[in-house]
């Protein structure tokens, strides 16, 4: 009948005299592990703006915007439907243009405050043939730093870099393709008509 509570009574003084397992917060901040999976951010030097990471998303927190006409991508993720799996780092093209942190939580009051959310934006480049989307820019100079003097035999890679270095502007879109547009920034389906119409036409 004693020794239970003897047992009890050594266990609480035990824990006692023990340092606790859980943490101080709040009185002292918490910090996650080195393994921790948090939020993600992207890095502007690393992220190329293929959206990758948007489409591998499970819970639809990262979104990307086209605008065409002003040649811009924006690629958003909303922290808020974000469930830190880690699926954005872990696919991510370069492997560097979007990382998990340890940030865990955001103490906000409202969902559409711009700390609950990262936006970053890419240069867009667009078919001057019929004005579909093709990629962007960073996304083109990656593809075309690994194929090395490959890629010189696809147009789209030379021209890119000529407006990288030489600013050049691109021309309008037109209703008729002819073999000149061999030498504009062209999309697969356009490319494929311009080769076909200057072979059977």
């Not at 909303?78 to 370069?94: A, N, R, V, W």
């Not at 243009?97 to 940030?103: A, M, P």
């Not at 001057?128 to 696809?154: F, M, P, Q, T």
Request: aromatic content about 10%; proline content about 6%; charged content about 25%.
């Amino acid at each position: 009948m004693y020794l239970p509570k003897i047992r009890e009574i050594k266990e609480a003084l035990t824990s006692f005299f023990t340092a606790p397992y859980t943490t101080k917060f709040p009185a002292a901040p918490y910090k996650p592990s080195a393994e921790y999976r948090g939020f993600p951010r992207y890095d502007e030097k690393y992220c190329i703006g293929c959206g990758a990471c948007a489409q591998v998303c499970p819970s639809g927190a990262i979104k990307v915007y086209d605008d065409p006409e002003k040649f811009v991508r924006k690629l958003v993720v909303e922290y808020t439907s974000c469930i830190q799996c880690g699926q954005c780092h872990e696919k991510c093209t370069t492997g560097k243009g979007i990382v998990n942190t340890q940030e865990y939580s955001f103490p906000i009051a409202d969902i559409k405050a711009p700390e609950a959310a990262e936006t970053i934006e890419k240069e867009l480049v667009v078919c001057e043939c019929c004005g579909d989307v093709i990629a962007c820019s960073d996304h083109l100079n990656w593809v075309k730093e690994r194929l090395g003097a490959k890629a010189y035999a696809n147009p789209n890679f030379i021209l890119n870099t000529q407006r990288t270095l030489m600013g050049l502007d691109p021309s309008e879109p037109k209703e008729r393709l002819r073999r000149e547009d061999y030498m504009k920034m062209t999309c697969a389906r356009c490319r494929q008509v311009i080769a076909v119409n200057d072979e059977f036409a």
